[in-house]
């Protein structure tokens, strides 16, 4: 995995699937391993951003359920800080108060539901509700400690703030760039 541009458990189950298929069907070592370096992952998936000050940021602007969220928490090494939220679809959120408890150090919330995941979630895990995607950022960043991810995995869906998980994580990518300028 480290010689790849994933990152995350479930891309290193994801990766172990494809290895295995690949070595039934007669595929060398080296020719896995040599594709397995060379795969750009799909934009707004778990997408390194870059690096600010020992902080790492990730776009999973694509995470618009619970599952996809609680992936990405459980794929998390160390506690991070998260930024979630979106529009309200009367998703179960409760469902992850164990998984936010264990991963994550700080929650910034934002859109529609922003408020209502901050009530249910308050009581595990310190939350800030921002206004915009931009002060989630420059939040996440001030209250994260050097060595610390910032994971920006949604839950929900974008559609009261964006056009679409695209534009959502997009925007996401422009306010770490901002925070890098500001830095």
């Not at 990152?7 to 896995?32: F, P, T, Y």
């Not at 595990?124 to 910032?150: E, N």
């Not at 679409?164 to 994580?169: N, T, V």
Request: hydrophobic share 40%.
């Amino acid at each position: 995995l480290a010689a790849t541009r994933l990152r995350g458990r479930h891309n290193a189950e994801n990766l172990m699937a494809a290895w295995a298929v690949a070595q039934s069907r007669g595929v060398s070592h080296e020719a896995v391993q040599s594709a397995a370096a060379a795969y750009e992952p799909p934009r707004h998936r778990n997408e390194f951003i870059a690096e600010v000050e020992s902080r790492e940021f990730f776009n999973d602007s694509k995470a618009t359920n619970l599952h996809a969220l609680e992936s990405s928490l459980r794929g998390c090494p160390e506690k991070v800080v998260l930024i979630a939220g979106g529009k309200e679809k009367g998703l179960p959120f409760v469902n992850l108060r164990e998984a936010v408890a264990s991963k994550v150090s700080h929650a910034f919330l934002i859109g529609e539901i922003g408020s209502t995941v901050a009530g249910i979630w308050g009581d595990s895990v310190p939350c800030t509700v921002a206004s915009d995607l931009g002060s989630a950022v420059a939040g996440a960043y001030a209250v994260s400690g050097k060595g610390q991810s910032i994971l920006f995995s949604p839950g929900t869906s974008s559609f009261d703030m964006f056009s679409g998980y695209e534009e959502r994580g997009d925007a996401f990518r422009e306010a770490v760039e901002e925070l890098k300028k500001r830095i």
